[in-house]
């Protein structure tokens, strides 16, 4: 069984990363959100999955399990940063005089 990589533009996250050119509808952030979260988290279990296939003998394939963790764990770190960011924004803009 051969897995391909994924283009930058399936990889979660990515539709909130871009700007928004006109204003969002009421909710549409927090669907972004949670279907960034899903990815990440769907990520996480197909790399479970993997793991526990090689460990069991189901597949010989030792890179398909250390693929699917690496790109798990890249996908958590991305999550980690836009978190930041948000994070850092956030408190910049509370800083501002009113």
Same mark, same amino acid.
């Given at each position: 069984m051969s897995l391909? /990589?994924? +283009?930058?533009s399936?990889?979660?996250l990515?539709a909130a990363?871009?700007p +928004?050119?006109?204003? #969002?509808k009421?909710?549409e952030?927090?669907?972004?959100?949670? #279907?960034?979260i899903? #990815?990440?988290?769907?990520?996480?279990t197909d790399a479970a999955? +993997?793991?526990?296939s090689f460990?069991? #003998?189901?597949?010989e394939?030792?890179h398909t *399990?250390?693929l +699917?963790?690496q790109?798990?764990?890249? *996908?958590?770190e991305l999550g980690?940063?836009?978190?930041?960011?948000v994070?850092q924004?956030?408190q910049? /803009?509370?800083?501002?005089?009113?």
């Open positions: 391909s /990589i994924p +283009a930058l399936s990889l979660p990515t990363s871009s +928004a050119v006109s204003q #969002g009421p909710g952030f927090q669907s972004i959100l949670e #279907g960034a899903q #990815g990440v988290e769907n990520l996480r999955r +993997a793991v526990e460990l069991s #003998g189901e597949t394939e030792l *399990a250390a +699917a963790t790109r798990a764990e890249l *996908a958590l980690l940063q836009v978190r930041n960011k994070v924004a956030y910049e /803009i509370m800083r501002m005089p009113m």
